[in-house]
């Protein structure tokens, strides 16, 4: 530890323990699973802050010399324990590496740690904005989204990270002398979703696309079915503009107490996010499948107030859990070509032990039913009963109670096994959290 401060000295690095214990964690006690495995491992043993590449090089180099591992953390606000330091070692906190490099036409060049909700303010400001953010765009950083999250809001237009959301990073390896690498292309998948296994981002570059005033509302059906049809139906409406198609069943809306008074009980609801000038369209179409526009934030108070999109994606779990503590979540895909009929098979069987939450977004091009399911926890056995029983009926699972990258489901985990061979050769980023046999 001294010879760490004296090489790197005391203002990047941190030793006192509530430091250490804050750093790190996440927030994998969504899982009940990861909080039993999880709950009171060691913190690490150093937190260094770096504010720039060069002292990035510097941590690197010194725990390759001295066989420490490195974890690195952006906001920390990921679900699988990904920023947890399994092993001890060094966290690499690199929320201080915040400057937005180049907001140009179509493009926005970033250090990895600003946040996404700094970054989309300053896009919009010019005319611009991100095309894919996580909820929890407030505090994440675009590095830790790019290396520890899927999608979100604006995937139902624009996909995930892995359609084209990242255009390119420079990236550190773990080596005597850290290799700076840019990398752009297909190369990008052995980082993006890498849990900052297969080597460290310091720089990101993502797409912006023109500013759009959005309007946020909840549509309101009379069923879970008629509220996903619907759904699938503005997925499909290409003159629409939207960012956010949530069906949740009910009693998943009562779970969100800003909106008790303007939300309609015992109906499904719709949360939504579409171009300010297509109100009158998005109406016409929930009126079509038997339901109707309820609450309506307008374009002018655009996240001035709490927003529809606060309750969406895993907030949604979130406010669940504010309910009812003994809840929590899957993470599944359903079939775009029988959904009604998972969804029949999953309440004949689970009833109220799950309720279903949908977000429609197109993946690989394609207009799909993702799903984050809430789920009444009693057992892991029952968890997992549950879990395979969602895969029998075709229902996959990207498993959300694992910090191994290789049983979550998302990513190339394949090529990262080689990658981490080539830019991580004594396997000291991350431990623990990716299999490279
Ligand atoms: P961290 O949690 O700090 O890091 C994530 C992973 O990336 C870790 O493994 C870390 O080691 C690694 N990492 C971080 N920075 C770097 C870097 N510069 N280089 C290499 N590796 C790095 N996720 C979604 O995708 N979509 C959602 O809609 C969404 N909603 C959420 C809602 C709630 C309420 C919560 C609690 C979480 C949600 N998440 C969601 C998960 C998470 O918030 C996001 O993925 C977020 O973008 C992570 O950013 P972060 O800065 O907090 O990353």
Redesign the pocket.
Same mark, same amino acid.
């Given at each position: 530890v001294h010879e760490v401060e004296e090489q790197l000295g005391t203002e990047i690095v941190a030793i006192d323990q509530e430091t250490r214990d804050k750093l790190s964690k996440? /927030?994998y006690w969504?899982s009940p699973v990861l909080n039993r495995q999880l709950q009171g491992l060691p913190a690490a043993d150093v937190v260094i802050l770096p504010r720039n590449e060069e002292e990035v090089v510097k941590a690197l180099a010194f725990g390759f010399r001295h066989g420490i591992p490195v &974890?690195?953390?952006?906001?920390?606000?990921?679900?699988y324990g990904?920023?947890v330091p399994l092993q001890r070692g060094i966290v690499l906190d690199?929320?201080r590496m915040d400057a937005i490099l180049e907001i140009g036409p179509g493009f926005a060049r970033l250090e990895?740690?600003v946040r996404?909700g700094v970054i989309d303010k300053k896009a919009r400001e010019v005319g611009q904005e991100i095309r894919i953010?996580?909820?929890? /765009?407030v505090?994440? &950083?675009v =590095? =830790?989204?790019? #290396?520890?999250? #899927? =999608?979100?809001?604006g995937s139902i237009t624009y996909g995930n990270?892995w359609d084209g959301n990242v255009l390119e990073a420079v990236i550190y390896t773990m080596e005597e002398t850290p290799r700076r690498l840019v990398v752009k292309g297909p190369e990008l998948f052995t980082?993006i979703h890498? /849990?900052?296994t297969t080597?460290?981002?310091?720089e990101v570059t993502i797409p912006l696309s023109p500013r759009t005033e959005w309007t946020q509302a909840i549509g309101q059906f009379p069923t879970f079915e008629q509220a996903m049809q619907f759904g699938e139906a503005l997925a499909r409406e290409e003159a629409i503009p939207k960012r956010l198609i949530a069906p949740m069943e009910w009693p998943i809306p009562s779970y969100f107490v800003p909106f008790n008074k303007v939300i309609v009980p015992d109906r499904a609801a719709v949360m939504l996010e579409f171009a300010e000038e297509t109100l009158r369209l998005v109406d016409a179409l929930a009126v079509q499948y038997g339901g109707h526009i309820g609450h309506v934030i307008e374009a002018k108070n655009y996240r001035k107030t709490i927003g529809v999109s606060d309750f &969406?994606?895993?907030?949604t &779990?979130?406010w669940a859990m504010k309910t009812d503590a003994s809840m929590t979540y899957l993470q599944a895909g359903f079939k775009v070509d029988c959904y009604l009929e998972q969804v029949q098979q999953i309440k004949a069987k689970y009833g109220d032990e799950v309720y279903l939450h949908v977000e429609w977004v197109r993946s690989g091009g394609e207009v799909t039913p993702t799903a984050l399911p809430v789920v009444r926890f009693t057992t892991e056995e029952r968890l997992y009963e549950i879990i395979d029983f969602f895969e029998s009926i075709g229902v996959r699972i990207f498993d959300p109670h694992t910090w191994v990258l290789d049983q979550g489901g998302r990513g190339e985990v394949g090529s990262m096994g080689r990658k981490k061979r080539e830019n991580d050769p004594k396997g000291l980023l991350?431990p623990g959290?990716i299999n490279t046999d």
């Open positions: 996440d /927030y969504y &974890t690195v953390r952006g906001a920390g606000t990921g679900n990904q920023a690199l929320s990895c740690g996404l953010y996580p909820s929890t /765009y505090k994440a &950083t =590095g =830790g989204f790019v #290396s520890g999250g #899927s =999608g979100g809001i990270l980082y890498n /849990y900052g080597g460290i981002l310091t &969406t994606w895993n907030h &779990t979130l991350n959290k």
